[in-house]
């Protein structure tokens, strides 16, 4: 059982990111990458995403570094791989999951109850709104290109507080994606 990661080359954030797998397991990879301290959020369905500052971090922490076809090999025959034609539907389900176990409906276009893993980002339409919520009871991070899309933003996190609330006791905690798009 081993954490493999690549070398980071893709831009995102001002920062060049790599990829963090597991060759097993999930768990396997989510504990390596707790204990070099990357963010749950940057759990992506079957990787992390990291940043070239956290090298040091994941080499101490136990990561194995190969180059970026090894990784993708290694993924792969891990059988954890979602591949890129899958992702979409993967989402829908993760989305339809958690919107179940919350009571919500209808479900929107991304939803992540909780802190692991990130929705897709922002789309380019009016209307469209990404909301993050870190602390049951902090402030929310809105995206938004209009006010109509954080309009939106404010409603859907009022309806999920209230489900959540009605859940658990407290406040939601999660991510969500959606805008007019979705409803066609």
């Given at each position: 059982?081993?954490?493999f990661a690549d070398t980071p080359?893709?831009?995102?954030?001002?920062?060049?990111?790599?990829?963090?797998?597991?060759?097993?397991?999930?768990?396997?990879l989510h504990e390596l990458a707790?204990?070099?301290?990357?963010?749950?959020?940057?759990?992506?369905?079957?990787?992390?995403?990291w940043p070239s500052v956290a090298?040091?971090?994941?080499?101490?922490?136990?990561?194995?570094?190969?180059?970026?076809?090894?990784?993708?090999?290694?993924?792969?025959?891990?059988?954890?791989?979602?591949?890129?034609?899958?992702?979409?539907?993967?989402?829908?389900?993760?989305?339809?999951?958690?919107?179940?176990?919350?009571?919500?409906?209808?479900?929107?276009?991304?939803?992540?109850?909780?802190?692991?893993?990130?929705?897709?980002?922002?789309?380019?339409?009016?209307?469209?709104?990404?909301?993050?919520?870190?602390?049951?009871?902090?402030?929310?991070?809105?995206?938004?290109?209009?006010?109509?899309?954080?309009?939106?933003?404010?409603?859907?996190?009022?309806?999920?507080?209230?489900?959540?609330?009605?859940?658990?006791?407290?406040?939601?905690?999660?991510?969500?994606?959606?805008?007019?798009?979705?409803?066609?």
């Amino acid at each position: 059982m081993t954490v493999f990661a690549d070398t980071p080359r893709w831009p995102r954030h001002g920062m060049q990111w790599g990829h963090l797998i597991s060759d097993t397991s999930l768990a396997e990879l989510h504990e390596l990458a707790a204990r070099a301290g990357l963010p749950p959020r940057s759990f992506d369905l079957d990787h992390y995403d990291w940043p070239s500052v956290a090298r040091d971090a994941l080499a101490e922490s136990g990561a194995r570094f190969v180059g970026d076809g090894e990784l993708t090999r290694i993924l792969i025959a891990s059988g954890l791989r979602i591949k890129l034609r899958d992702r979409p539907s993967a989402r829908a389900r993760r989305s339809a999951e958690h919107a179940a176990e919350l009571g919500l409906d209808p479900v929107p276009q991304d939803l992540i109850a909780g802190l692991l893993g990130h929705v897709d980002p922002l789309p380019d339409h009016p209307g469209a709104f990404r909301l993050t919520r870190d602390d049951p009871e902090g402030a929310p991070r809105i995206e938004a290109h209009d006010p109509a899309g954080r309009r939106a933003a404010e409603a859907m996190l009022e309806r999920l507080d209230d489900l959540s609330r009605a859940r658990i006791g407290t406040g939601f905690v999660g991510q969500v994606m959606d805008g007019p798009s979705s409803a066609s």
